[in-house]
């Protein structure tokens, strides 16, 4: 019994969380980047999974006028919603939230991706019924490592943060659910060093069952 029973709300992480994106979000970037001329080192891109889009295109492009930031993450944006029928929902992940949800426990998804990508992917993987709030990262000020998009998904849920749990698929996600005070879950489904983390599965159904035996 790791911890009284206390949570009530998860908030997940979607892109490598939920659903297997992560060769499609690469290759968006990739592709942005090199439209407007830039070489992507595709290894420190990789190192950049999870991290949010202003990141990203600090660490690719520098520092850049706001005229060009605003290119770069508008045709990330296109080249992501012309990938979206290629996303496949992880095969634990409809598993996972029913679980939690016949529990009980209120669901809420926290991503960098702008609203209506998530909307959208959600809708086309089957698991937009199973959350109860969502939230994009065009919504928020901050976004990751900043806890704020990781607080207005609990606040999304009506459950306080120290009674929540966040899964996510890399630091990018148990460094603000540490800030928070909720329990910081990693599923590392690839080779990804994980330092901040209280618990690391490799999948979501031992994640759940922890949070619910916990």
């Not at 998530?118 to 109860?132: P, S, W």
Request: aromatic residues 6%.
């Amino acid at each position: 019994m790791l911890l009284g029973g206390r949570i009530k709300g998860v908030a997940f992480d979607l892109n490598g969380t939920l659903v297997d994106s992560t060769r499609i979000v690469l290759e968006a970037w990739s592709r942005a980047f090199e439209a407007n001329g830039y070489r992507v080192n595709r290894g420190v891109l990789d190192n950049l999974i999870g991290a949010s889009p202003a990141k990203i295109i600090r660490e690719i492009a520098g520092n850049i006028n706001d005229q060009a930031f605003e290119k770069l993450e508008k045709d990330f944006n296109t080249n992501i919603e012309a990938q979206i029928h290629l996303v496949k929902p992880f095969p634990d992940a409809a598993e996972a939230l029913n679980t939690l949800r016949r529990e009980g426990v209120k669901v809420a998804v926290a991503s960098t991706s702008n609203s209506s990508v998530v909307e959208a992917v959600l809708a086309k993987t089957g698991l937009l019924r199973l959350v109860d709030a969502f939230v994009g990262g065009d919504e928020v000020l901050l976004s990751k490592p900043d806890p704020q998009i990781y607080s207005e998904a609990f606040r999304r849920i009506g459950v306080a943060p120290a009674m929540g749990a966040v899964v996510g698929d890399s630091d990018y996600d148990a460094i603000p659910a540490k800030k928070l005070g909720a329990l910081a879950i990693v599923v590392n489904r690839g080779k990804l060093i994980i330092q901040h983390a209280d618990l690391v599965f490799n999948n979501l159904i031992d994640a759940v069952t922890e949070i619910l035996d916990s």
